[in-house]
T-cell receptor
Framework: KAGVTQTPRYLIKTRGQQVTLSCSPI?????VSWYQQTPGQGLQFLFE???????NKGNFPGRFSGRQFSNSRSEMNVSTLELGDSALYLC???????????????FGPGTRLTVT | QKEVEQNSGPLSVPEGAIASLNCTYS??????FFWYRQYSGKSPELIMF????GDKEDGRFTAQLNKASQYVSLLIRDSQPSDSATYLC???????????FGKGTTLSVSS
């Protein structure tokens, strides 16, 4: 079974631009979560989607947004990029999107975003 | 603010020894706990998860959970140089739809 895929793998953008990242979950997984990883802050939760609905959102500004399509693929968008947005953006998928057992999340390879 | 705390390390052990990694969490509503391994430049890889108090063994790995103490640990037996990586502890949020990660413990296994 194929794993989580993310595109693009690397991206260089300029301050003020916007960017869209894509994630395809493991086949059959309906929950997709996004995380930002930086050396200083570690892995931080951005948001989670299940059946095209955002169910949870982390403490990030409104410049960070996402969506999920009917085939469970997800995109996240960052508008008006800032230097501090440079990070590894990770997508994770899960078979079951509810609290309790069977909520293991499997990560994709990530998108390395550099903002100059 | 819900937090997961880990010693950053580095934790250095010789090949063949037992490596013990520890983690505490602040949200008593957390029900599920996970250990991920992350090699430099790679994404996190799930190696263990535990939901009930006690021990759970999988090969060379044993996860331990004590909800009363809000403590999770990972033991790696017969450590190998290939185990050298950063180990991330994560707890589910009370809503269950997000993982709260610690900043990771760097493990170095010397041959």
């Amino acid at each position: 079974k194929a794993g989580v895929t993310q595109t693009p793998r690397y991206l260089i953008k300029t301050r003020g631009q916007q960017v869209t990242l894509s994630c395809s979950p493991i086949s059959g997984h309906r929950s997709v979560s996004w995380y930002q990883q930086t050396p200083g802050q570690g892995l931080q939760f951005l948001f989670e989607y299940f059946s095209e609905t955002q169910r949870n959102k982390g403490n990030f500004p409104g410049r960070f947004s996402g969506r999920q399509f009917s085939n469970s693929r997800s995109e996240m968008n960052v508008s008006t990029l800032e230097l501090g947005d440079s990070a590894l953006y990770l997508c994770a998928s899960s078979l079951v999107g509810l609290a309790g057992p069977s909520y293991e999340q499997y990560f994709g390879p990530g998108t390395r975003l550099t903002v100059t | 603010q819900k937090e997961v705390e880990q010693n950053s390390g580095p934790l250095s052990v010789p090949e063949g020894a037992i490596a013990s990694l520890n983690c505490t969490y602040s949200d008593r509503g957390s029900q599920s706990f996970f250990w991920y391994r992350q090699y430099s430049g790679k994404s996190p890889e799930l190696i263990m998860f535990i939901y009930s108090n006690g021990d759970k063994e999988d090969g060379r790995f044993t996860a331990q959970l004590n909800k009363a103490s809000q403590y999770v640990s990972l033991l790696i037996r017969d450590s190998q140089p290939s185990d050298s990586a950063t180990y991330l502890c994560a707890a589910s949020s009370q809503a269950g739809t997000a993982l709260i990660f610690g900043k990771g413990t760097t493990l170095s296994v010397s041959s």
